[in-house]
């Protein structure tokens, strides 16, 4: 009869420890592990694609800061304030 070992459980392999510090992952099987891979491959690309737009939105507010910058140089401050009085 297959005695189902608990995670916590001594390790079957005799070395004392608890089987989830142990052997657990050796005999996890392999499709488990490698989508744990995966999930993290894909959550890193998705952190580094977010860093890049960061990256480019940066840019584009300095790009329009520098345009409003230019703008006002462009505009020129009245002579004297009395011509603004009605």
Not at 26 to 48: E, Q
Not at 56 to 66: A, N, S, V, Y
Not at 72 to 85: N, Q
């Amino acid at each position: 009869m297959n005695k189902k070992i608990g995670r916590n459980g001594p390790c079957p392999c005799g070395s004392g420890k608890k089987y989830k510090s142990c052997c657990w992952n050796k005999d996890r099987p392999k499709a488990a592990t490698d989508l744990k891979k995966r999930s993290l491959s894909v959550m890193k690309g998705g952190i580094a694609e977010k860093i890049s737009q960061l990256g480019t939105l940066q840019k584009k507010i300095e790009e329009k800061k520098e345009e409003i910058e230019r703008k006002e140089e462009e505009i020129e401050p009245p002579e004297s304030t009395d011509s603004l009085e009605p």
